[in-house]
């Protein structure tokens, strides 16, 4: 049996790698894919203390909480469509019309 | 404080990395976390009752927002009727931004580089110089980037 703190471990990192992402990357596609590491990291969290516990609860946010990455995903894909078509670029910094 | 890009990237590399160590010294510290625990989540039967049972109706709203981000995402990136008019958006171009750089003051920059913003009212404050300078008649109708009616 996998240590539970390697697992926790191996979220923690991924949890950074997403954070690192989110503050360096402009392209908003890249954004949105360092957003899914990081719902990833509570992912594995959730998995491996349901394996921890012995309890199903876990799994099953995880099912909930894939179907919500989904569902995010599919809407900031069509909001980065739209942007595209507008301002021609996935730059995050070229969009500047609702910028304060 | 003028912050170049490589030094956001310097920055933001030591922020995940110091957040990984607290995070992975926090862990490695927990005793009871070192073995595999008590239980194992294999059990399918467990996972059906979990479901349909004591979370069923997180599932069906679940179902619900799956329904409505497919439909709202469909009507999001739906092909557009006419193409966007050109005039109406904020798309400075790359030349807009380089010159309204070298005209800007780095203390308003943001990591290093002036906003888009900034940029397109810079660029149309040296064609309208340019402008009126040349034939003395133009005037902000001129402005690159900028809506016809701001």
Same mark, same amino acid.
């Given at each position: 049996?996998?240590?539970?703190?390697?697992?926790?471990?191996?979220?923690?990192?991924?949890?950074?790698?997403?954070?690192?992402?989110?503050?360096?990357?402009?392209?908003?596609?890249?954004?949105?894919?360092?957003?899914?590491?990081?719902?990833?990291?509570?992912?594995?969290?959730?998995?491996?203390?349901?394996?921890?516990?012995?309890?199903?609860?876990?799994?099953?946010?995880?099912?909930?909480?894939?179907?919500?990455?989904?569902?995010?995903?599919?809407?900031?894909?069509?909001?980065?469509?739209?942007?595209?078509?507008?301002?021609?670029?996935?730059?995050?910094?070229?969009?500047?019309?609702?910028?304060? | 404080?003028?912050?170049?890009?490589?030094?956001?990237?310097?920055?933001?590399?030591? *922020?995940?990395?110091?957040?990984?160590?607290?995070?992975?010294? *926090?862990?490695?510290?927990?005793?009871?976390?070192?073995?595999? #625990?008590?239980?194992?989540?294999?059990?399918?039967?467990?996972?059906?009752?979990?479901?349909?049972?004591?979370?069923?109706?997180?599932?069906?709203?679940?179902?619900?927002?799956? *329904?409505?981000?497919?439909? #709202?995402?469909?009507?999001?990136?739906?092909?557009?009727?006419?193409?966007?008019?050109?005039?109406?958006?904020?798309?400075?171009?790359?030349?807009?931004?380089?010159?309204?750089?070298?005209?800007?003051?780095?203390?308003?920059? *943001?990591?290093?580089?002036?906003?888009?913003?900034?940029?397109?009212?810079?660029?149309?404050?040296?064609?309208?110089?340019? #402008?009126?300078?040349?034939?003395?008649?133009?005037?902000?109708?001129?402005?690159? #980037?900028?809506?016809?009616?701001?």
């Amino acid at each position: 049996m996998i240590p539970v703190a390697y697992a926790v471990t191996l979220s923690a990192a991924l949890l950074c790698i997403g954070v690192y992402g989110l503050l360096t990357q402009r392209n908003a596609l890249r954004i949105l894919v360092a957003v899914e590491l990081v719902l990833n990291a509570a992912n594995l969290n959730f998995a491996a203390f349901a394996n921890y516990h012995g309890s199903m609860d876990g799994i099953a946010f995880t099912l909930f909480s894939i179907a919500l990455a989904a569902a995010e995903a599919a809407v900031g894909l069509a909001i980065l469509i739209h942007v595209y078509r507008h301002v021609r670029s996935v730059d995050v910094l070229k969009s500047t019309r609702l910028r304060w | 404080m003028n912050i170049t890009p490589g030094r956001w990237r310097l920055l933001a590399f030591a *922020t995940a990395l110091l957040l990984f160590a607290v995070l992975a010294g *926090t862990f490695s510290g927990i005793e009871a976390w070192q073995d595999g #625990g008590a239980g194992s989540a294999d059990d399918l039967e467990g996972l059906v009752k979990a479901l349909f049972e004591d979370h069923v109706v997180a599932l069906e709203v679940l179902g619900i927002l799956l *329904t409505a981000a497919m439909i #709202g995402a469909l009507v999001i990136a739906r092909p557009l009727l006419n193409p966007p008019d050109s005039a109406h958006y904020m798309t400075p171009s790359d030349d807009d931004v380089k010159a309204a750089q070298a005209a800007a003051d780095p203390a308003k920059s *943001t990591l290093g580089q002036v906003s888009r913003r900034e940029a397109a009212e810079a660029a149309a404050a040296a064609a309208a110089s340019a #402008g009126a300078a040349s034939t003395g008649t133009q005037g902000a109708g001129a402005v690159p #980037g900028r809506r016809e009616d701001e």
